[in-house]
T-cell receptor, first 116, second 112 residues
């Protein structure tokens, strides 16, 4: 596997389900990101992990819970989602030298999530 | 303004040139990027330009940067049907600790 991979590619879930999205990067990067892409909206940053520590949480609802066990893996745990959470969830990685320095990000193919 | 602005749609004929425009927000942004998203796929980094450059050319792609007006453009020469996609402009701001800030994307449709 090369680059950034995400599984599953498509997910349909009910509002009472619990599921997890998985992201893996094979680029040796030290920062990983979750983005939400909804129709007609700019890409929204959800979470950033830099050097395995979460450095940002843009007021994302608590029904989204990230986990970064190591620099290569990133999870997004989902529970009691709402229909408006249906979107494409993109994972990205980059190599950061720490602090305020963020370099270009490489994206995975995304998980298309539909909440019924 | 706070947003990176792009036109939402662009339609061109195959073989013509496409020009996708973007207005960014932070005059101290150091890098500006163009990403491409094909249907059902994630974002692919196409090219980027450092803020001290006016132009960057890479095969069929030409990026022009006007720092005074905070205007970025992507020109695709000899546009092909395979170029049909959504193109996102993004800036790396030099202030704060946010990663790339993206525009809403321009949907390019190439007519055969």
């Amino acid at each position: 596997e090369t680059g950034v991979t995400q599984t599953p590619r498509h997910l349909v879930m009910g509002m009472t389900n619990k599921k997890s999205l998985k992201c893996e990067q094979h680029l040796g990067h030290n920062a990983m990101y979750w983005y939400k892409q909804s129709a007609k909206k700019p890409l929204e940053l959800m979470f950033v992990y830099s050097l395995e520590e979460r450095v940002e949480n843009n007021s994302v609802p608590s029904r989204f819970s990230p986990e970064c066990p190591n620099s290569s893996h990133l999870f997004l745990h989902l529970h009691t989602l709402q229909p408006e959470d249906s979107a494409l969830y993109l994972c990205a990685s980059s190599q950061t030298s720490g602090g305020l320095s963020y370099n270009e990000q490489f994206f995975g193919p995304g998980t298309r999530l539909t909440v019924l | 303004g706070e947003d990176v602005e792009q036109s939402l749609f662009l339609s061109v004929r195959e073989g013509d040139s496409s020009v996708i425009n973007c207005t960014y927000t932070d005059s101290s942004s150091t890098y500006l990027y163009w990403y491409k998203q094909e249907p059902g796929a994630g974002l692919q980094l196409l090219t980027y330009i450092f803020s001290n450059m006016d132009m960057k050319q890479d095969q069929r792609l030409t990026v022009l940067l006007n720092k005074k007006d905070k205007h970025l453009s992507l020109r695709i020469a000899d546009t092909q049907t395979g170029d049909s996609a959504i193109y996102f402009c993004a800036e790396r701001r030099n202030s704060g600790n946010t990663p790339l800030v993206f525009g809403k994307g321009t949907r390019l449709s190439v007519i055969a």
